[in-house]
């Protein structure tokens, strides 16, 4: 059968990147490709037409380049733990994948500052910066595994969002490849205010504008001293409640944490770390700075809890309690798995002063449309994680899932707050953002992005909501759009 002009198209392709990169790093066997449909979103598959793994910047410059040349799609892909289907090559094409590009460039103590490629995990970061007596600070659960490039994609957060903030808080500077394969850096090694803000137009752009190539982050100093606590509640709403109190009370620790009973026996079950699995919640608090302050600070959090009907309070005594402790959190996700084959998770945004209402309401969802919802929280800024467990086998099962995130996203927007604190709109969230943006606010995006994309051949399909009915989403059919019609 004679090969179609878009399969001689790749072809061609394909034959140029693998004489530049040698054949280990262009993969397009069928088997290899399937590895890399989809991130952590599992309800949305693509499959690339290609992969390619570089290793410097000037590899990069070579594909973005080529492809451009052969009008093919490109998505940048890191450890691929994102869960908006922001690597998902919805429109086929090459998926970049930065994860040999892993160089700890430098780390400048005296400026707290490190210079790292995109491939450098968060916790690689802050080992090599520990013999200084600083890290990294941004700490997605997926920390070990996700990559400087994604957090800066996604503008990803973690426990610790609530007193150190999101990624664009710690990052000065970018090497970036834009789609004309011009390199050029945003920022810099100081802060400053000239001219447009373009790192802060690239950090949460989830790779439409540009691709990173190396980044230029800001370093925090360790704390003198932590103190992590953990406290069972009967309820969520309970802990809930608490975490309100806590902070109206002014404290703001690092990090507060929710997991409800659901989840809390799927981790005490795949990690046997002696949980309460009786309790309806259990609640995480870590204090950090002077040890002075902290002392303050932790009467004020064992009161807060105390007045919300607390079961039990236990403060971790050495590092490896405290180690115990995040484990249960981070862990949650993954434990999810013992109930349920696949898991949904949403990432909306409430004030945190009606998460109790939040709580109670998305309870109401679940059953409306029998769907069972495990609950995870950074309770402390307001940043919800209900996971729909679900199989994606059974299609009835996955329309309900997808009509419960539809409503439980809108319960978000409706109490005051928004469809993403760090997981990126994606492909997920595409079809609500005008829930949030006007007519007028999307077409100012699109006009950004255009402006940088003009080919709109990087990572096409993501964030603003371009298809204009059913089955438009791209040239790869999703399930989400093929049940939704």
């Known amino acids: 059968m004679k090969a179609s002009a878009a399969e001689d198209k790749l072809s061609q392709l394909e034959a140029e990147l693998v004489n530049v990169l040698g054949r280990k790093y262009v993969l397009s066997s069928p088997v290899d490709l399937s590895v890399y449909e989809c991130d952590g979103e599992t309800l949305d598959v693509a499959r690339p037409d290609l992969v390619v793994l570089p290793e410097s910047t000037e590899d ?35 998926s970049v994948v930065l994860t040999r590009m892993t160089r700890v460039i430098e780390i400048d103590a005296d400026n707290m500052v490190a210079v790292v490629e995109v491939g450098c995990t968060n916790v690689s ?52 490849v834009l789609p004309s394969g011009d390199v050029t850096v945003f920022g810099g090694r100081a802060r400053d205010s000239l001219g447009l803000d373009l790192l802060g137009v690239l950090v949460g752009s989830e790779g439409t504008l540009g691709i990173a190539t190396e980044a230029i982050l800001k370093l925090t100093a360790c704390p003198e001293a932590i103190e992590t606590m953990m406290a069972y509640f009967p309820s969520v709403e309970a802990g809930g409640q608490a975490v309100s109190d806590i902070v109206a009370a002014g404290v703001v620790p690092a ?19 002696g949980l309460d699995t009786n309790a309806g919640a259990l609640l995480i608090v870590e204090l950090d700075g002077p040890k002075a302050g902290i002392a303050v600070h932790a009467k004020v959090v064992v009161e807060s809890v105390q007045k919300n009907g607390v079961l039990a309070v236990k403060w971790a005594a050495s590092a490896a309690e405290r180690a115990s402790i995040w484990k249960a959190r981070k862990s949650s996700f993954g434990s999810l798995g013992r109930i349920s084959p696949h898991g949904y998770v949403l990432d909306g945004v409430i004030p945190r002063s009606r998460l109790s209402e939040a709580i109670r309401r ?50 978000c927007v409706e109490l005051g707050g928004t469809l993403s604190g760090e997981h990126g709109i994606g492909v997920e969230k595409i079809l609500e953002m005008p829930s949030v943006f006007s007519p007028a606010d999307l077409r100012a995006m699109e006009w950004v992005r255009e402006a940088f994309n003009p080919q709109g051949l990087l990572n096409p399909g993501k964030i603003l909501p371009t298809p204009k009915s059913c089955g438009e989403s791209g040239a790869r059919p999703l399930l989400r759009h093929m049940l939704s019609c």
């Open 125 to 176: 970061v802050s080992k090599a910066a520990e013999k200084f007596g600083l890290y990294f600070a941004p700490d997605p659960s997926s920390q070990a595994a996700s990559t400087v490039g994604g957090n800066l994609a996604e503008n990803a957060g973690g426990p610790h969002t609530l007193k150190y903030g999101t990624t664009t808080n710690h990052v000065l500077g970018a090497k970036v």
């Open 362 to 411: 998305i309870a109401e969802i679940g059953r409306k449309y029998d769907v069972l919802i495990a609950n995870v929280y950074h309770a402390g800024d307001g940043n919800l994680h209900p996971c729909l467990l679900y199989n994606r086998e059974h299609h009835e099962q996955v329309k309900r899932v997808m009509q419960a995130g539809k409503e439980i996203l809108e319960l």
């Open 60 to 94: 990069v410059v070579t594909i973005v380049r080529l492809a451009g040349k052969y009008g093919v799609a490109i998505t940048p892909r890191g450890a691929a733990t994102g869960l908006s289907g922001g690597a998902t090559t919805v429109m086929g094409g090459i």
């Open 255 to 273: 990090a507060m944490e929710m997991i409800d009973q659901l989840t809390l026996r799927a981790v005490e079950d795949a990690l046997k770390l």
